[in-house]
Nanobody, 115 residues
Framework: QVQLVESGGGLVQAGGSLRLSCAAS????????MGWFRQAPGKQRELVAV???????NYADSVKGRFTISRDNAKNTVYLQMNSLKPDDTAVYYC?????????WGQGTQVTVSS
């Protein structure tokens, strides 16, 4: 059974940083594309960042220059380094994995940024 377990969320003041981790019990982790999505109250889930199996990355315009996605294939883990956090970044952050489409999802971790 595939499991994606997020950690690292919490409460932080605006301008601060957090690092999210997603540990995947996923055979053949290195061949999966990985991503982070987020969902704020009353809003649709939105893409934050993706990292392809090739290592290529892509970011939502709202987080470019502030967030960095990375992966450690030896540890079956993907990370999201979040700097210069803003109150608008407050959301539940979800890790996802897939090939062509995102198939597997974690339970999410709450990130709250206070002003």
């Amino acid at each position: 059974q595939v499991q994606l377990v997020e950690s690292g969320g919490g409460l932080v003041q605006a301008g601060g940083s957090l690092r999210l981790s997603c540990a995947a019990s996923l055979s053949g982790f290195s061949i999966y594309d990985m991503g982070w999505f987020r969902q704020a109250p009353g809003k649709q889930r939105e893409l934050v960042a993706v990292i392809l199996r090739s290592g290529s990355t892509n970011y939502a315009d709202s987080v470019k220059g502030r967030f960095t996605i990375s992966r450690d294939n030896a540890k079956n883990t993907v990370y999201l380094q979040m700097n210069s956090l803003k109150p608008d970044d407050t959301a539940v952050y979800y890790c996802t994995a897939g090939r062509a489409i995102f198939t597997y999802w974690g339970q999410g971790t709450q990130v709250t940024v206070s002003s």
